[in-house]
C-alpha cells in the first residue's frame, strides 16, 4: 500500500509556526491547488481550486517559517492523514491534512520576501 501525495500550489496564508512544549517546531501551512475543469460554455477553460492543509515538523517547519510566505509557490511531498473528534455537544469532526515529508519554493519569491 501507499500513501504519497505530491502537490504543487500557491500558500494561501504565512505558515503559522509554533514551538512544541519539547522544542520541536511545527508549521501549519494552507495551499490551494488549480485543476484544469473543462471548458464552460463559452469555449474558455475552467479551473476547480483545491484547498489543503499541510502540517511540517522539525528541520521543515523551520524552513517554511523562514522562507515561505502567503502567494509564495511551493512543492509539498507527503502522505493524507484524517483524524477525528467528538466535540462537547456530541458532534463528530474531521480533518484531512498533508504531514509533509520535503517541501520548498519554487519560481521566484514574493517582492516582500525579497526585502526581508
Aim: aromatic content about 8%; glycine content about 10%.
Amino acid at each position: 500500500m501507499v500513501n504519497k501525495v505530491f502537490l504543487i500550489g500557491r500558500l494561501t496564508a504565512d505558515p503559522d509556526v509554533k514551538a512544541s512544549p519539547a522544542g520541536v517546531y511545527v508549521a501549519n501551512m494552507r495551499l490551494a491547488t488549480n485543476t484544469y475543469a473543462g471548458k464552460d460554455d463559452d469555449g474558455h477553460a475552467k479551473k476547480q481550486t483545491e484547498f489543503h492543509l499541510l502540517v511540517a515538523f522539525g528541520k521543515k517547519a523551520e524552513f517554511a517559517g523562514q522562507y515561505l510566505r502567503k502567494g509564495r509557490q511551493m512543492f509539498a511531498e507527503g502522505r493524507i492523514k484524517t483524524s477525528s473528534w467528538t466535540d462537547s455537544a456530541g458532534q463528530k469532526h474531521y480533518r484531512t491534512e498533508i504531514v509533509v515529508d520535503d517541501l520548498g519554493g519554487l519560481g521566484e519569491k514574493p517582492q516582500a520576501e525579497e526585502a526581508a
